[in-house]
């Protein structure tokens, strides 16, 4: 077994100011890794860098890809990057309106990526789109609906359906629960975990709430100022963490 | 004759769009863009189809101007009258006799032939805009080919009609390549595009974009496997010259839901009346 | 099954002064297929830290822990997943779950990530519900809103619903009735029986002796004692 995902060095400066620096981790198939830390720390960036968003200034994101092996994203060409980020990769961004077309109906959402990819027949894009609203706990008779006529928690799951459509291998998570209130981010949680498993998805989850991460992600890294602090198996992290900075982290957690 | 350089534009603008026209007809369907000039006419009249017109005309051309089929309307008139002036070419309404005709929104009934050139006025070139309004992003989408959510749209209509409601600026796929906006035609007109012998040129005056189809050029409508692109019109013959093959305007003739369909296309229609075709309603309409 | 060699284990508090606290010092243990070992000692002995030493929740400062010969302390967090998924089953005291699944799917998730199908694994979740007396209206939701002694025995149904070959039990049977109890301990048997190698912890010194084929006193292992 390869890893999926090998992140080399990877360094972003803005100017004199260090966005992240000398990241380094393998990300296994069917592995979820949580980065934490707090704003400013530089978690974004990463990911950013890592999703082919922003262009870093050193270091490699090598994926392994289905026809060609291992290959740095960075340095692919841009056709390559999308096709990559409408097939195996998605990104779900934390404001769903980032990651939605709030003009478009729920099923023109989820049915986009398919399209995408070739998919041109109506009534089969019709019948996924139907599939995966189901899936993310939306009422089919909602398909014809705008994003804009539903609620945040509906949006962000819409979002994680436009995602999953294509059946990715690896999927970016920027704050994912954000902004939601706590009972729609249990039942978000719930279904990602859920999905996590059935498709035997690999994810990267960006996030400054340490529960999310303990009940998501295998494999926890926490960043400060650029830099990975400490790394790990996510309860040894949070439960014995080595790391004065991890160690106030999470002793910061407020007890409910 | 006036004191206005020949066709209004002066040379170097000239061979500037023409440069446009050439870089158009080598890359089917892309939109190369140009230094549109201020012409004296308002944004919407046609003024990127003027332009074209202008560097494509020679003082031996015959030109026709057709606004939505009919020749006789605002627009069509008064660029005719336009290049009347500054160009001094001949004008005609008919499409056979004409070597240029530019057109707002219709393409003629009659085939056209080699030795033609129809020029287009576009409003927005960009198929893509109301979906996706970042023209970098556009651009890059055209460039790699990203063309799903063109079919977003087609499937957004299906959604909502139960068919694809675009009715007109039906998008179109150039040789398998450049998606395109084939200007606000009737999709009618949309299959007349494909193998068409004479050039077809597109000028938007206000987004400063050129393109073009060369003789001869694929152009396939974009639509789903189990909802297949129609070219559809009005379900019935023409009342004036009875034509059942042409696309046609309603139109109300008394306060009483009193209604005629007759040819879109002006020339087509006279050409068939005189020559005997006679509509449902054609001899009342003579004899008033 | 379980070896653990020389272990030892450190807490640094960075944000007091830099405080070190040393709890273990070279703590050693070896439990075969089949055999239950009881961990003793006074409170603060350590033997949740060893607990989860083993189970990879806490680091070892030095020595080796191995389980089916991998080296829970230096493990790849993805071979320590692999193991707690495959090998290494853990009771805890609390139950940690995503609010809202139900109880049915909580006890089944271990075997469904293993891979068994789906019917295979509710039955499964089905009979140790059963056996564990959680009435079955309860079956469908989530066990964040039960009992104490109702969580803890979903978490116990849970704990056994795969045949890990290793065990580790933190107090399974505190806080359960009499009947319970018996069942937790038959349960204990049964793993017994099919080769796993179980460590526990029970302040209840009845089951202790009802299961326990050996008992290891940490005091042993603690700073003071080694100084």
New interface residues.
Partial sequence: MTPLLKVEGLTKRYGARIGCADVSFDLWPGEVMGIVGESGSGKSTLLNCMAGHLAPDAGRVMFDTRTEGMKDTITMSEPERRMLGRTDWAFVHQHARDGLRMNVSAGGNVGERLMAVGARHYGEIRDSAEDWLGRVEIDSSRIDDRPTAFSGGMQQRLQIARNLVTGPRLVFMDEPTGGLDVSVQARLLDLLRGLVREMGLSAIIVTHDLAVVRLLADRLMVMKDGHVVEAGLTDQVLDDPQHAYTQLLVSSVLQV | MSDYNFAYLDEQTKRMIRRAILKGLAIPGYQVPFASREMPMPYGWGTGGVQVSAATLTPEDRLKVIDQGADDTTNAVSIRKFFERTAGVETTEDTASASVIQTRHRIPEAPLTEDQVLVYQVPIPEPLRF?EPSEIETR?MHA??????M??KL??D???HGQIATAYAYPVKVEGRYVMDPSPIPKFDNPKMSGMAAIQLFGAGREQRIYALPPYTQVVSL?????PFEASKADAPCDLCGAEDSYLDEVIVDDAGGRMFVCSDTDYCRARRAAGHVGAQGKTEDAA | MIQIREVSKTFTLHNQGSAVIRVMERASLSVAPGECVALTGASGAGKSTLMRMIYGNYLAASGEILIGGVDVVRAEPREIIRLRREVLGYVSQFLRVVPRVPTLDVVAEPLLSVGVDRAAATDRARELLTRLRIPERLWSLSPTTFSGGEQQRVNIARGFAHAYPALLLDEPTASLDAANRDTVLELIHEAKARGAAIVGIFHDAEARAAVCDRVVDLTGFSPQAAA
């Fill in positions: 979906l890059k790699l080919e990203d063309y799903g959510l079919h977003v499937y957004e299906i959604a909502r639509d789903f496997q189990d909802f």
